[in-house]
């Protein structure tokens, strides 16, 4: 989660500025800055650094919850808006699934009406066989007659 990323980056920017030797700081506590001339020794070993970089670093320092709760708010409202847009993603294909659902029920509605429908009567295979047989037997039948005749 990009948060927890950040909240660890943070921490570790924190800790990387103040386990810098800022020895200005720890040679006597009762100054917060100490103004050394150029040429003068320092009572101290370690990084010295100007006022106006110290200030910096202050400002910087100080700004740092504001920056956090800055990216927080970013990162949760990009969280919203993307758990936003999978909600209507899978609304949408919940409105798609429930038409899909209501044409195929028409569609078998449609198909059972048909299939209930009675066939007319000259769609009917059983009287097309009688009447085939009726035909071919009267047909035979005068073939028979009209042969015999002929033979006489």
Not at 90 to 113: A, P
């Amino acid at each position: 989660m990009k948060i927890h990323k950040w909240s660890c980056w943070s921490i570790l920017i924190f800790f990387s500025v103040f386990n810098q030797p800022y020895t200005a700081y720890s040679v006597n506590m009762d100054e917060s800055v100490r103004l050394i001339k150029k040429g003068e020794p320092a009572p101290f070993e370690g990084l010295l650094y100007t006022i106006g970089y110290a200030a910096e670093l202050r400002a910087e320092l100080e700004s740092w919850p504001k920056k956090l709760e800055l990216e927080k708010l970013h990162q949760e409202s990009l969280f919203k808006l993307q758990l936003e847009l999978k909600i209507n993603e899978l609304n949408m294909k919940l409105r798609l699934s429930e038409n899909e659902l209501n044409y195929t029920k028409q569609m078998v509605d449609v198909y059972k009406k048909e299939a209930e429908r009675e066939p007319p009567w000259y769609k009917d295979q059983t009287l097309w066989f009688i009447i085939g047989l009726g035909a071919g037997g009267i047909i035979t039948v005068g073939l028979a007659w009209g042969l015999n005749q002929a033979g006489k």
